[in-house]
């Protein structure tokens, strides 16, 4: 199990030229013009024509060989154990295989896959705590995982919440996988966490684990979590009237899973075009799972939300990358100065039917990953994972 200690970011300067296209994750303007990206101490320092941003005095050159540069993509829903292994599946290195499907962020709703997990108040709260601490500071495969999720349960108290927050858990587990399953209780409880800067999640539909249940339309909407989760069902979705009502009764966050309905996967997507509202849409995996991992589930997301959805490719990329940073308060995600320098480098797979990398990921196809970059150190370089890509990128000088 690769091990990194946690790193403020690269030192030094990264220079990435010969860039073919550059999708920013802005739902505003998700192409930018330019062909260069420089980064300093692993924070993007300009983004522009080589021409007109300073190159020199580069510790380290990637061409990019005309492929197209992303934001690292961010998984909005995992359920991580401890470091790289899941018992649920009995895997090691699951995380690291994720990387390699473009995945450089991951955001936990909750650990309920941890053997044993403690139901009771001062057991809960030490396990969040305790898994807040180990994943700041353990990164697998350099990979950010936000974890330390509690899942609320009916005797805890508004202190309970401060102490979390004064401890450094910044975010609840699915609302709904522990004892509270009410929406008055869990509307209390989600308004604590709030108060101390704690985000929420809320399980949505059918019932995944033993443990868990249906929670519906009502309890969703009372609940008033900031992230609507899977809503299209983990695995089992509302009926589409129940989704239509969440997404008309809130302005909270819409997470689209790749473990849920794509069906109803479509329909979300459908409904929040139709209110102008595709600024909610965020993507997650919802692994490990019943359905095991996923590691190209978010690059799975985005080619079927672009070529069954009707969303034009440079969008969807959206839904998995500034959409999510700007919702969950989060540092990467979008290409811009000032951000932490996290890309992915890709191409349209070889002998795809698309022209080029948004045509093929319209067509349904899954792009080639060439290289993943976190902090602006260089993780990853041609997918294990993925199809190859047609041009790859290479390190010139460093």
Known sequence: MAHDAVQQGGKGKLVIRNIGLILSGDLERPILDGDTV??????????????????DGASEVIDANGTVLTPGLIDSHVHPVAGDWTPRQQ????IDSNL?????????????HTPGRPRDVVGLKAMAIYAQRTFSAFRPSGVKIHAGAPCIEPDMTEQDFKDLADAGVKLLGEVGLGGVKDGPTARKMVAWARKYGIQSTIHTGGPSIPGSGLIDKDVVLEADTDVVGHINGGHTALPDDQIRCICEGCKRGLELVHNGNERAALYTLRIAREMGDLNRVILGTDA???????PLGILRMVSLLSSLGDVPAEVAFCFATGNTARMRQLDCGLVEVGRAADFVLM?????????DLLESVRLGDLPGIGMTIIDGIVRTQRSRNTPPATRMPEIVAG
Not at 100 to 112: D, K, N, Y
Not at 347 to 355: I, V, Y
């Open 38 to 55: 420089v980064a300093i101490d692993g924070r993007i320092a300009a983004v522009g024509r080589e021409k007109d941003v300073d190159t």
């Open 91 to 94: 895997q090691l290195n699951w």
């Open 347 to 355: 191409d349209k797979a070889q002998h795809s039917a698309g022209k």
């Open 100 to 112: 390699h499907g473009g995945v450089t962020t991951m955001i936990s709703a909750g650990e309920v």
């Open 288 to 294: 490990p799972a019943g359905s095991g991992v996923q």
